[in-house]
């Protein structure tokens, strides 16, 4: 019983109930034979509210970020032996698919949200092939954490600034009163020019320039700097 709670009195405490509720006889006698075949293995114990629930997810998705499938895929079977949810490790590995892939490989976050779905409608066990599969794509792609970085910094900016005006020409104008205001006077379709862009302000006066999004160093988002790089020369350093 020690072995199998890992050093967790909650566990050893938990364990013992179960081999006491599993005697039916009068007189109690424990050995480690039966002690194993009364909780089958050492992850029966697997406290899906308590610490480990957090433990093992944490290394899990830190497993996925450090691109390593092969901690991924065990601690994937660590929580699914255990009984934990399916759709809960589906639903941390779209979170996932976002903040530590984002656009690095966009694919990752479509995978993501397809496993939920298939695991949501298939159930178990069949669904822990769904889960593996993802969980060792995400570890295998490419990461970046730009997106999440950039909302972040842009709700910081918000916070900062508070509400600023929307510039006129980026303006919706329904009335004639709003045209008479010159709301979205100056605004120019960009489907109208040439490569589908014409160099516009996009952002409140007080942040014009403001970088946001900082695409990060692998083959995909080198593909998008320099394409915005492209469209904006200088504007915002890419």
């Known amino acids: 019983m020690f072995r199998v709670s890992g050093g967790d009195a909650r566990k050893l405490l938990n364990a013992l109930e179960i081999v ?12 480690n034979e039966f002690v194993l075949k009364c909780i089958q293995n050492n992850l029966a114990l697997y406290d899906k509210n308590g610490e480990q629930h957090y433990d093992i997810i944490s290394a899990f998705i830190k497993s996925i970020r450090g691109s390593d ?5 065990y601690w994937l079977a660590r929580m699914l032996e255990g009984g934990e949810d399916p759709l809960f490790i589906a639903r941390r590995m779209v979170i996932l698919a976002s903040e530590d892939i984002g656009n690095a490989n966009p ?17 178990m066990p069949e669904g822990r092939i769904v889960l593996s599969q993802t969980a060792t794509y995400l570890a295998c792609s490419a990461k970046s954490n730009a997106a999440y970085l950039a909302i972040d910094d842009a709700i910081a900016a918000v916070r900062q600034t508070g509400d600023l005006p929307v510039p006129l020409h980026l303006r919706n104008a329904p009335t004639k009163l709003m045209k008479n205001l010159d709301y979205g006077k100056d605004y120019q379709y960009a489907h109208a020019h040439e490569n589908n862009f014409i160099d516009l302000e996009f952002l409140p006066t007080q942040l014009s320039g403001k970088l946001f999004y900082n695409p990060n160093n692998n083959p995909r988002e080198n593909e998008l700097r320099a394409f915005l790089k492209q469209r904006w020369k200088e504007k915002y350093g890419y």
């Open 20 to 31: 006491v509720n599993s005697i039916t006889t009068e007189n109690i006698v424990v050995t």
């Open 69 to 73: 499938p092969n901690g991924a895929v």
């Open 107 to 123: 694919t990752a976050l479509v995978i993501a949200n397809n496993c939920f779905q298939a695991v949501n409608v298939i159930g």
